[in-house]
């Protein structure tokens, strides 16, 4: 099956640092993979939609600044989380699209971020 | 953009009985639909999806029924058990295909 990680899977920064997440799709390719923000009790918010080879395209509302967004290899996306604050803590989520399966996408184990 | 209602926001049931949610959309447009199941602190898991060229797919315990005129779609779970307890969350495509997502419904399966 489709598989997907995600590292760190936690992580603990004090408050000004920046932190890298790393999407990879294990066992296909993934010319598009998502990323969301998952709040406690709450539904997953789409952040950006990455692209391999070209610029992500961010949601309203969320700081392509603040969240960088790398789509480097057709396996591998990362999410930066510049100058963290304690109010970015919170559940990072990628996804990956199959390219055989244009529509299906397969989630990463997530990223607990907290910021101090 | 799509927009994702989903009810009802929790649900109980007795071992056994049957578990159903809805989710309307309001793009026509979108031709997919598929159903996450998410644990506690876990990744969602794809537990059943439905394209807009059929008005229902079964698995098992699990069925989706579609329908297209009305914009809205369910998930059925039959035959409930604990294990069945998570929180089901429905999704529809965007114009980019970039998903969705309804607000979810937390299902508790009462032994």
């Known amino acids: 099956g489709a ?10 920064c004090k408050s000004g640092t ?3 997440i790393e999407c990879r799709s294990l066992d296909f390719q993934a010319t598009t993979m998502f990323w969301y923000r998952q709040f406690p009790k709450q539904s997953l918010m789409l952040m950006a939609t990455s692209n391999e080879g070209s610029k992500a395209t ?4 969320v700081e392509k600044d603040k969240f960088l967004i790398n789509h480097a290899s057709l396996t591998l996306s990362t999410l930066t989380v510049t100058s963290a604050h304690p109010e970015d803590s919170s559940f990072y989520i990628c996804s990956a699209r199959d390219l055989r399966r244009q529509e299906t996408q ?10 101090l | 953009g799509e927009n994702v209602e989903q009810h009802p926001s929790t649900l109980s049931v007795q071992e056994g009985d049957s578990a159903v949610i809805k989710c309307t959309y309001s793009d026509s447009a979108s031709n997919y639909f598929p ?10 898991q794809l537990i059943i999806d439905i394209r807009s060229n059929v008005g229902e797919k079964k698995d098992q315990r699990i069925a989706v029924t579609l329908n297209k005129t009305a914009k809205h779609f369910s998930l059925h779970i039959t035959e409930t058990q604990p294990e069945d307890s998570a929180v089901y969350f429905c999704a529809a495509p965007g114009s980019l295909r970039q998903l969705t997502f ?3 419904t937390q299902l508790t399966v009462l032994p």
């Open chain 1, 3 to 12: 598989v997907v990680s995600q590292h760190p899977s936690r992580v603990i």
């Open chain 1, 18 to 20: 920046s932190v890298k």
């Open chain 1, 58 to 61: 961010y949601e309203q509302g």
């Open chain 1, 106 to 115: 397969y989630f990463g184990p997530g990223t607990r971020l907290l910021v």
């Open chain 2, 35 to 44: 159903w996450y199941k998410q644990e506690l602190g876990k990744r969602p």
């Open chain 2, 102 to 104: 309804g607000s979810g």
